[in-house]
């Protein structure tokens, strides 16, 4: 019998910060939905457990839990398995890792079940399961997603805690209350599925923090005209980076140009034309994760308090 990787035990074993959220009870509810439509019927033959393809899939759920929470049952042991896993998930006071550990199980039975199934229909069902519960994620506000056989969040990254965190701990300067803003309206963009909206607000965040260096050191800039390009220019123009920084100042300029900026205008700041263009998660978490650690070092090296 296999020991489970749960949720709640990765966070421990990492010594995670989690943020003080609850799972919302529509969620909550959707994923259920969700899971109890993708395994009817036909996904019911799957099991977790190698040997337990015939055993119902909330049995096995509810055995995990029990085994590793180290109690008897979740509820009331005249309720069935299915009963107590839904009504300990859906309970109010239940902790937001233990609400995950639950819908992480939902996925990797789905997961299970995309692996083993041979129909393309009933594997496609598996996958559009696991998608439409990324979306509900992202839909409600929630900053987690499944991948590779886990839950993680979104920011649950060395670039969060060494990028993202300090970003925002150093825009919380009033100076720098509209790059503020307009950074954290990229997170709620990027939370609602509206990537393209992530990517335009990093980029302006990242302008933002450029001209206002430019006005606390006086150089002269054009406040409607200039974009990122031009005002990075102005930066190299006026020393702003150190004379022991001259060897890395072509990469780091190639880094500014070719980071957010770019993105921005190849993707969301012109014209798509006769195709819609999308972009994907994986592009906007980069914009985000670019303008974070580009905004901490001109902040830092501007000296602004």
């Not at 992480?104 to 559009?128: G, M, P, Q, S």
């Not at 607000?201 to 302008?207: P, S």
């Not at 500014?256 to 906007?284: C, L, M, W, Y």
Request: proline share 1%; glycine share 4%.
């Amino acid at each position: 019998m296999a020991i489970f990787d749960l949720y709640s035990k990765r966070v421990k074993q990492y010594n995670k910060e989690e943020n003080d959220i609850e799972i919302p009870q529509k969620l909550k509810t959707q994923i259920i939905l969700i899971f109890d439509e993708t395994i009817n019927n036909r996904f019911q033959k799957y099991g977790i457990f190698k040997n337990d393809k015939q055993k119902d899939l909330y049995s096995q759920i509810h055995h995990i839990l029990k085994k590793e929470y180290g109690v008897f049952n979740l509820g009331s042991q005249f309720e069935t398995d299915e009963q107590q896993v839904k009504k300990f998930l859906l309970k109010e006071k239940i902790s937001l890792e233990n609400s995950l550990d639950i819908i992480e199980l939902f996925l990797r039975v789905i997961d299970t079940c995309y692996i083993n199934e041979y129909d393309d229909k009933e594997k496609e069902k598996a996958k559009e399961a696991i998608n439409e519960i990324n979306e509900r994620f992202k839909e409600n506000g929630i900053g987690y997603f499944y991948t590779n056989g886990e839950i993680i969040r979104v920011d649950s990254t060395y670039i969060h805690n060494e990028v993202t965190k300090p970003a925002l701990n150093l825009l919380s300067n009033k100076k720098f209350a509209g790059a503020n803003d307009e950074y954290l309206k990229a997170h709620e963009c990027y939370k609602k599925g509206d990537n393209k909206g992530c990517i335009i607000n990093c980029c302006k965040a990242f302008e933002s923090v450029i001209k206002i260096i430019c006005k606390h050191k006086k150089w002269i800039f054009d406040d409607t005209k200039d974009a990122a390009k031009k005002l990075i220019k102005i930066l190299l123009d006026n020393d702003f980076i150190p004379q022991y920084y001259q060897e890395q100042l072509s990469s780091l300029n190639n880094l500014f140009e070719s980071g957010v900026p770019t993105i921005r205008n190849k993707i969301s700041g012109h014209g798509q034309g006769d195709t819609i263009k999308t972009v994907d998660d994986h592009i906007a978490r980069l914009a985000l994760n670019l303008t974070s650690a580009n905004m901490i070092f001109l902040i830092e090296q501007s000296g602004i308090k």
